[in-house]
């Protein structure tokens, strides 16, 4: 059957890149096991808790990598077992027999690998031995590669999202007026997520006060590249963890929606856009559109991953006491497909921000059209010290500007508010000074100094993006798959 006869997760095949979509892999995902399996053996040999031997280690080493082949010993087991686990050692046993007999000893399907969300902790936990038939256990082998695949997705996403921010830090003609004032504040947005998911993925040491097995655990968190136990377990980490990290990316595709309305409107009012290759395409019916796709794609999925976190808080409110398995295939799905949406956000926001257009002479026209009502509050401080009522003034001056407003909006003419008041004796102690106060520069705040003072030298952005300033700056602006 050809692939197009098939449904494919447009998700990962036309929005995720392939560095994201090779951790969450089905081989990258089996062949985790199988090193976890590995792991577990050499610990255990180097404890000498059971006995294992250099051949049988030896055998894993030459077959972690699953080949198409074992995949499908793994399905046509699977469909007779009902067991993922069960299914994909019978298959390391075909590849590697002389370790058959001794692969997930002492271990459940979970083989725990923990993250402990209040100490910003990934946590190994693998009592490794069922001992004096206590519940020394080791949780499924699945968990621990969950985690894995979670490590490495947070690792490769921080860079990306680091990278976005420094491109709105770049001083272009993005920054002219208040639109500066404005990327800044997306900025300040996303460096909060981008402090959310370093905390997510941050690394810390614990220690318990057991003896080989708590060794074991140190060996197999070393490993596989992780620092520390969970103090406590069931048959897997708690799923609280997904929780979090859950909630963190979520917050994420919040701001990316928050950005991209932003964008969309200014779109629409002409005064920024979208990078545009030549060849692209707004409309099939309406030849001249420039529609802000990228934008428009990013609040599509942000919506997606903005409410992904509801799955994973039902999964962790429902678990029956230790574990029960209604949690493996929603998070079979929902754990890849938030870091897919994550990484295919960071992809559009690259592009964006590295190719956004502002459009000075749209910003001085619109500017130019609302000044004379911006500035009427200037008028009235200016007529309050000659005496003049500031209620008079006030009622004065919304009247002309309903006029001015039904002339605009009814009779398509231009905005005409200085011209009335300078025909209007009420006003004629400030007519000389009416053009004076029409300077935009009087009206955009801040604006600059906050942008300079964000993204400066000394700002917050250029310390919080030092350990990512060589990607940031070397790395290539992504290109969207389609």
Same mark, same amino acid.
């Given at each position: ?62 077959? =972690? ?41 002492? *271990? ?47 690792? =490769?996403?921080?860079?990306?999202? *680091? ?23 997306? *900025? ?60 963190? =990316? ?110 000075? *002479? ?39 500007? =309903? ?80």
């Amino acid at each position: 059957m050809a692939k197009y006869d098939e449904y494919e997760s447009p998700l990962a095949h036309r929005y995720a890149s392939y560095e994201i979509k090779k951790i969450f892999s089905p081989r990258e995902r089996a062949s985790t096991w199988r090193k976890l399996w590995l792991w577990l053996h050499e610990a255990v040999k180097e404890l000498d808790l059971t006995q294992i031997t250099d051949k049988a280690i030896e055998a894993n080493w030459s077959n =972690l990598i699953v080949s198409d082949e074992a995949f499908q010993v793994i399905a046509a087991e699977e469909r007779v077992r009902r067991h993922d686990v069960m299914s994909a050692i019978f298959a390391l046993e075909k590849d590697a027999p002389d370790a058959a007999g001794i692969i997930h000893i002492g *271990a459940t399907s979970c083989y725990e690998l923990n993250y402990d969300p209040s100490t910003s902790s990934f946590l190994f936990f693998s009592q490794a031995l069922i001992a004096d038939g206590d519940s020394n256990r080791v949780s499924k082998v699945t968990d621990n590669a969950d985690l894995i695949f979670m490590r490495d997705a947070l690792g =490769l996403i921080l860079p990306k999202l *680091a990278k976005v921010i420094h491109n709105l830090s770049q001083p272009r003609n993005l920054f002219l007026y208040s639109v500066g004032r404005r990327a800044a504040q997306w *900025a300040q947005d996303l460096v909060m997520d981008l402090d959310d998911i370093e905390y997510a993925s941050f690394m810390e040491i614990f220690h318990g006060d057991t003896s080989k097995i708590d060794r074991l655990n140190e060996i197999l968190c070393e490993k596989a590249g992780f620092e520390a136990c969970y103090d406590i377990s069931t048959q897997t980490y708690s799923r609280k963890v997904d929780l979090s990290i859950a909630n963190t =990316l979520s917050a994420f595709g919040a701001s990316a929606i928050r950005i991209a309305t932003d964008i969309r409107h200014l779109a629409h009012d002409k005064v920024l856009d979208e990078p545009h290759e030549a060849t692209q395409t707004g409309s099939s019916a309406m030849s001249y559109r420039m529609n802000p796709m990228r934008s428009e794609r990013i609040c599509s999925l942000g919506r997606k991953l903005s409410n992904i976190s509801t799955n994973f808080s039902d999964t962790f409110s429902n678990q029956w006491l230790e574990r029960t398995l209604d949690d493996s295939a929603i998070r079979r799905i929902d754990i890849p497909e938030m870091f897919l949406l994550t990484d295919a956000l960071l992809i559009l926001l690259d592009d964006i921000t590295n190719g956004l257009v502002v459009f000075p *002479a749209m910003v001085r026209s619109q500017i130019e059209q609302e000044i004379p009502f911006i500035a009427t509050e200037n008028i009235i401080m200016k007529l309050v010290p000659r005496g003049v009522s500031r209620q008079e003034a006030h009622e004065r001056i919304r009247v002309l500007s =309903l006029e001015t407003i039904y002339a605009v909006k009814m009779e398509g003419g231009k905005n005409n508010l200085i011209e009335r008041i300078k025909k209007d004796v009420f006003f004629k102690p400030i007519w000389d000074e009416l053009d004076c106060l029409l300077d935009h520069k009087l009206f955009i705040g801040r604006s600059g100094e906050i942008f300079e003072r964000y993204f400066g030298t000394d700002g917050p952005v250029t310390g919080k993006l030092e350990k990512y300033r060589d990607f940031a700056a070397f790395t290539a602006t992504a290109t969207l798959p389609v």
